[in-house]
């Protein structure tokens, strides 16, 4: 069982608002991911993590998202002003190194609804 | 670039028997690790197995296993003597030497096992 746990499970926000969510990686994984799903199913990478080091972001994350993993603190994702748009599933996930031989860890998401 | 298939986008069967999910990925990657994972009704997802590329038996995990058919870039999941509660989305996912720090989903196949 995953050990990675986020933090809020649900979180309504109104458009225009800050969404915060947060996110421990299981303990000794470095790698850390988020991921939006959307209502079909898709997954959207949105950025990774190699301790505090952001390794790659999509554009979108660049602009309304901005993401961190400070020391010894959870992992954040956090949108500065909610869209419609955004209402997915945001999943974070963790693993070894970013070496292609281990399989990634997700928590159980964060459903974030904008009305 | 990468990519992952995954083309029944819905499957009934009844409980007990066996049933056979298909997906097929492009890489241009000499070394890649393919996964499976299982989404819940409650959007957990659980990492089930993986198979390496340069491994030529096919992964086995408890009622789980793979058809690895590397020449047609295709990791069939068989899922033996299903259960009700294996009910869920299941995806397909891939990791490349190119894009270590990226996993890239298929759009999934939803399994619905009838008692």
């Known amino acids: 069982n995953s050990k990675v746990i986020q933090t809020p499970r649900y979180l309504v926000k109104g458009q225009g608002q800050k969404a915060k969510m947060r996110c421990i990686p299981e303990k000794g994984h470095p790698v850390v991911f988020w991921y939006q799903q959307n209502k079909n199913n898709e997954f959207k990478f949105l950025i990774n993590f190699q301790n505090q080091e952001v390794l790659q972001q999509i554009d979108m994350t660049e602009k309304r998202f901005s993401a961190e993993c400070p020391s010894n603190s959870p992992c954040s994702l956090e949108i500065q002003s909610s869209e419609a748009g955004d209402s997915a599933l945001y999943l974070c996930?963790?693993?070894?190194?970013?070496?292609?031989?281990?399989?990634?860890?997700f928590g159980k998401g964060t459903r974030l609804t904008v009305v | 670039a990468q990519k992952v298939t995954q083309t029944q986008t819905s499957i009934s069967v009844v409980e007990k028997t066996t049933v056979t999910m298909d997906c097929v990925y492009e890489?241009?990657?000499?070394?890649?690790?393919l996964f499976w994972y299982k989404q819940t009704a409650s959007g957990e997802i659980v990492f089930l197995i993986r198979?390496?590329?340069?491994?030529?038996e096919n992964a086995t995990v408890g009622h789980y296993s793979l058809n690895f058919q590397k020449p047609k870039s295709s990791i069939g999941l068989i899922i033996t003597a299903t259960q009700i509660e294996d009910s869920a989305v299941y995806f397909c996912?891939?990791?490349?030497?190119?894009?270590?720090?990226?996993?890239?989903f298929g759009k999934g196949t939803h399994l619905h096992v009838l008692p």
């Open positions: 198979q390496d590329s340069y491994k030529k």
């Open positions: 996912a891939m990791r490349g030497d190119t894009n270590a720090y990226k996993v890239i």
């Open positions: 890489t241009r990657d000499s070394s890649y690790f």
């Open positions: 996930a963790s693993s070894l190194f970013g070496q292609t031989n281990t399989e990634v860890f």
